[in-house]
């Protein structure tokens, strides 16, 4: 055997094991991946649309925190897994005198189901919204139950404890706006008494005719433009809905 073919044997010898060593490689790479995906573990999560799913107006800031401006407007997103929080920032009137009993009023659905009701009145914090000793396929909806004119609130992050991450909810296949003032708003709904003045705390838009006709057995994906004394033709002070809309 003389050296080129033995030089040659020798390079298909390394360029073969170099292939093995890359395919092994690959292979355990792989597994890792599979591994971390179906392992339970704590994460954050910021809420933009890669996530959860947009419900009505939103605004995302530079930072990160998605401002829930809007009645109906929110955010929905499924999970795998055994715990979820989420941390809820306050506007600037959030916590104060002057605001007290108008702050911003949002609820928690959890697979359906009414879980939470809370008027935000820190600058910050962190609500338990699901804990389970079993890990489950859940999925929760946030949502703003009072208007925009008194009140709006931030979504900062989304902690779980999950597999793979949180996804958004399929969308539906259409979406309808009502527009209006504080029939649609859900206005003292909540208020047993009729004579009380104006209140987020008893104001809540999921139980207005506007929000019950889109969510029942209804293909549509609602949003809400509505204002407290702001009809769209007749009105209560000096500004009327369609100056804005």
């Given at each position: 055997m003389n050296a080129k073919t033995m030089f040659g044997i020798l390079t298909s010898l390394v360029m073969l094991a170099g292939t093995a060593c890359g395919a092994a490689d690959?292979?355990?790479?792989?597994?890792?991946?599979?591994?971390?995906?179906?392992?339970?573990?704590?994460?954050?999560?910021?809420?933009?649309?890669?996530?959860?799913?947009?419900?009505?107006?939103?605004?995302?800031?530079?930072?990160?925190?998605?401002?829930?401006?809007?009645?109906?407007?929110?955010?929905?997103?499924?999970?795998?897994?055994?715990?979820?929080?989420?941390?809820?920032?306050?506007d600037s009137g959030a916590g104060t005198a002057q605001n007290s009993g108008n702050e911003a009023r949002f609820a928690v659905y959890v697979n359906g189901k009414l879980t939470m009701d809370e008027l935000v009145t820190e600058?910050?914090?962190?609500?338990?919204?699901?804990?389970?000793?079993?890990?489950?396929?859940?999925?929760?909806?946030?949502?703003?139950?009072?208007?925009?004119?008194n009140s709006t609130f931030g979504i900062k992050s989304i902690d779980a404890e999950c597999t793979g991450g949180i996804q958004p909810t399929a969308p539906k296949d259409l979406k309808i706006e009502f527009i209006g003032?504080?029939?649609?708003?859900?206005?003292?709904?909540?208020?047993?008494?009729?004579?009380?003045?104006?209140?987020?705390?008893?104001?809540?838009?999921?139980?207005?005719?506007?929000?019950?006709?889109?969510?029942?057995?209804?293909?549509?994906a609602p949003s809400a433009a509505c204002y407290c004394r702001r009809g769209y033709r007749r009105k209560h002070s000096d500004l009327h809905l369609y100056q804005y809309y």
């Open positions: 690959g292979t355990s790479a792989e597994a890792d991946t599979s591994v971390q995906e179906d392992t339970i573990s704590a994460k954050t999560f910021t809420a933009d649309s890669s996530n959860v799913k947009l419900l009505g107006r939103n605004y995302l800031a530079d930072d990160g925190t998605l401002w829930v401006v809007h009645s109906a407007s929110g955010v929905e997103f499924s999970f795998t897994g055994t715990k979820a929080s989420v941390t809820i920032v306050g600058p910050e914090k962190t609500y338990e919204i699901f804990s389970s000793d079993a890990e489950a396929e859940t999925v929760v909806r946030i949502i703003k139950l009072s208007e925009s004119a003032d504080s029939i649609t708003c859900g206005y003292g709904v909540d208020d047993e008494d009729r004579d009380h003045h104006f209140s987020t705390k008893t104001e809540d838009v999921t139980k207005a005719y506007a929000y019950k006709t889109a969510e029942v057995d209804r293909p549509w």
